[in-house]
């Protein structure tokens, strides 16, 4: 049973920066797992932020596409999402998730992104505010 477990969520001012962290456990191989990020608001829809395979292909949702950037460190069982220029809009808990995928499986990425719940595991989330 595979176990997420988000970290770096907080206050940020409108224009800042901040990096979320989330760390992978109950498997010995995360090269065989696409990962990603989703996050969900008061009153908006579940949204896919990003994802990547094991190879480090990325998709984006458009709102985050240019300000975020997802990666991942396969040796530390280790997904990280940069947000940069952070607005308002951006507000919300941050999920990490992931789903067993081949490498260079480019449609399950797209899928995560499109439709987050498509993925097989997901952490308790990390909360993010930005100050306006």
């Known amino acids: 049973q595979v176990q997420l477990m988000e970290s770096g969520g907080g206050e940020v001012q409108a224009g800042g920066s901040i990096r979320l962290s989330c760390i992978a456990s109950g498997d010995d191989d995360y090269s065989k797992y696409c990962m990603g990020w989703y996050r969900e608001a008061p009153g908006k829809d579940r949204e896919g932020v990003a994802a990547l395979d094991s190879d480090g292909s990325t998709d984006y949702g458009p709102s985050v596409k240019g300000r975020f950037t997802v990666s991942r460190n396969n040796a530390k069982n280790v997904l990280y999402l940069q947000m940069n220029s952070l607005k308002p809009e951006d507000i919300g808990r941050y999920f990490c998730?992931?789903?067993?995928?081949?490498?260079?499986?480019?449609?399950?990425?797209?899928?995560?992104?499109?439709?987050?719940?498509?993925?097989?595991?997901w952490g308790q989330g990390t909360q993010v505010t930005v100050a306006s």
């Open positions: 998730m992931a789903d067993k995928c081949n490498p260079r499986d480019y449609d399950v990425v797209h899928a995560m992104v499109v439709n987050p719940t498509v993925a097989t595991y």
